[in-house]
């Protein structure tokens, strides 16, 4: 299963701005999901704006196809948190809401996915990641459902499985790897600081529920694909559109000219 992540001896460079990408967001997500266990609305709001800066200046080192990326991910990240938390009550924020730094937070949580995906450690040791990550999230979805814990997890050991496909068989398995990290990172600290809670009880099909999850990594990944699948045709699409409207301008321009005269 291992065969699809790159071998030890692959060559690879170590760019200091890939470490810079993943150390701001890791840093960024602790302290602001703590700061907003006890913090206002307003704070919230102004966290929001801090993100959103945040964001655009990373962005502006990465080409067209991950910025492309980052939008895509944000947008249907968005909506998802829309849908799951305040329509379905899969979880909930503390205000009932989607805080303002949650749509620029997922975008960061992306790039650093990709930031980690093509960093020279991950690349040299990413079979030994891969394993160590199948090892610990695996466990810990056996313990969610052993019967050992109050509150059992019965979500968390299906979204397991559906990370493993993720990780094995999906397009970019080294994003995936690198998206568990920080996913990971961001629902143990926004749960255990009480910024947001998951449900005793999924609302769908009434299966135990994890806070978090132990395969909460799934749901993000799921964000992480459609925002790598959904870039190339939207920037085609956009670059037509582009050289339709070079092309229909200047005929437009001599119709007019014409009518003038």
Same mark, same amino acid.
């Given at each position: 299963m291992l065969r699809n992540f790159p071998p030890a001896d692959v060559t690879c460079s170590h760019r200091v701005r890939d470490y810079f990408i993943?150390?701001?967001?890791?840093?960024?997500?602790?302290i602001s999901l703590v700061m907003d266990a006890s913090g206002s609305m307003e704070q919230q709001n102004f966290m929001g704006v801090i993100a959103w800066t945040f964001l655009l200046g990373l962005l502006f080192g +990465?080409?067209? +196809?991950?910025?492309?990326?980052?939008?895509?991910? $944000?947008?249907?990240?968005?909506?998802?948190?829309?849908?799951?938390?305040?329509?379905?009550?899969?979880?909930?924020?503390?205000?009932?809401n989607v805080p303002a730094y949650v749509p620029p937070g997922h975008g960061m949580v992306y790039l650093t996915a990709v930031a980690l995906a093509r960093s020279g450690f991950f690349l040299k040791y990413a079979r030994?990641?891969?394993?160590?990550?199948?090892?610990?999230c695996g466990t810990w979805s056996l313990w969610g459902i052993s019967g050992y814990p109050a509150q059992g997890d019965q979500v968390g050991a299906i979204l397991f499985c559906v990370f493993l496909i993720y990780l094995f068989k999906g397009r970019s398995p080294m994003v995936y790897l690198a998206a568990f990290f920080i996913t990971t990172w961001l629902e143990l600290i926004g749960t255990a600081a009480g910024t947001w809670q998951w449900a005793t009880i999924e609302p769908i099909f009434a299966l135990s529920q994890g806070n978090p999850p132990s395969g909460v990594a799934a749901w993000y990944c799921l964000v992480d694909? $459609?925002?790598?699948?959904?870039? %190339? %045709?939207?920037?085609?699409?956009?670059?037509?559109?582009? +050289?339709?409207?070079?092309?229909?301008? %200047? +005929?437009?321009?001599?119709?007019?000219? $014409?009518?003038?005269?």
């Open positions: 993943a150390g701001l967001t890791f840093f960024c997500v602790a +990465e080409n067209k +196809e991950v910025r492309m990326q980052v939008i895509i991910a $944000v947008a249907f990240a968005t909506l998802g948190e829309h849908f799951a938390s305040i329509y379905m009550g899969g979880y909930t924020y503390r205000f009932g030994k990641i891969a394993a160590f990550v199948v090892l610990v694909a $459609v925002a790598i699948g959904g870039a %190339p %045709p939207l920037l085609r699409a956009l670059k037509k559109g582009g +050289e339709w409207f070079r092309t229909e301008k %200047p +005929e437009k321009n001599i119709h007019q000219g $014409v009518r003038n005269d």
